[in-house]
């Protein structure tokens, strides 16, 4: 996209993200209570997310009106992905997500074909195998609780990195990339200290530690697009360093802090609590913030590397 947003344009974009969030109609407590968090965390912008959340949660606003307000083909197609990106991101489609889905591509006036394969690619992304083949994670040699501490903080702070760094690319899928790749660490950390995971016990740590995975990518795209960085609105990956927008910073600081919280839990042999896991990712994410600073310049240079034709193997490899 080469044309700025308005202002209603950015309200519809992130009026139909809202809708997906919540289109399947089985969202948990927690995201509710995240996506609520996150409305009234940006209540301050030029958009005030919150009004769009409640008018979303009270019906108050057409699936058919928010797509009208979408003046260009870019904005439409955008919408659609990012509707798409919020309804992939915790597991496969449902059939009222696809309902959905299919409301806002005749909405949308989408082509069908081109529709169906942003559809399958999100698929891919974020269904990725999360137990790896031996050859591309090392079998667990460790027994459990123990590890090297120093390798797995590495291995944490590369991730945390390179999910800064997806959040700097003006690409939709980048975004949706970083719930797999949260994953995808926590299951390496939990096969060095001798525990093989599967996916349904790692979305129960998130759950847990209170991390909601819909939430984090509506999260980030509203970030994104009010920071001027989703859709290659306002110059996209030439900003100075110092302007990175904060969806960057909160993808370092969330997946920093999913990583250690998950290190603690599983070098204690899986016995905290998950009162216990929610106060040390809380802790951790505030160590993380403060840590930003320091890794801005990498995590600039990481995404200056970046190729989002290559998200598949970035998730996968």
Known sequence: MTTTLTKPEQ????????MGAFA????????????KRISESLREADLNLSALYQQVLLRQV?????????????ARQLAYEMAVCVCEADDT??????????DLRRELGLDEAAAAKFEQEAEALAQPPVIASASAVP???????RADQNEVDRLILNYSILNGGLELLPDSLATMAIIPLQMKMVFRIGKHYGYDLDRGHIVELLGAAGVGMTSQVVEGFARKLLGGLLGKVGG???RRVGDQVASSA?????TYALGQMAQRYYAGGRQLSAVQMRQLFSSFTQQAQSLHSRYAGEIQNRA???NPAKLLDIVHG
């Open 24 to 35: 399947d109609g089985a969202k948990s407590d927690l995201e509710r209570t995240e996506i």
């Open 62 to 74: 057409r699936l058919a009106d928010a797509a009208a307000a979408l003046a260009s083909p870019e």
């Open 236 to 238: 996209g990956l030439g």
């Open 304 to 306: 200056s590397t970046l």
């Open 11 to 18: 309200g519809s974009l992130l009026t139909i993200a809202i």
């Open 250 to 254: 909160m993808s370092f600081a969330s």
């Open 93 to 102: 489609l449902n059939d009222a997500e696809k309902a959905f889905l299919a």
């Open 139 to 145: 079998p667990a040699v460790n027994p459990p609780g």
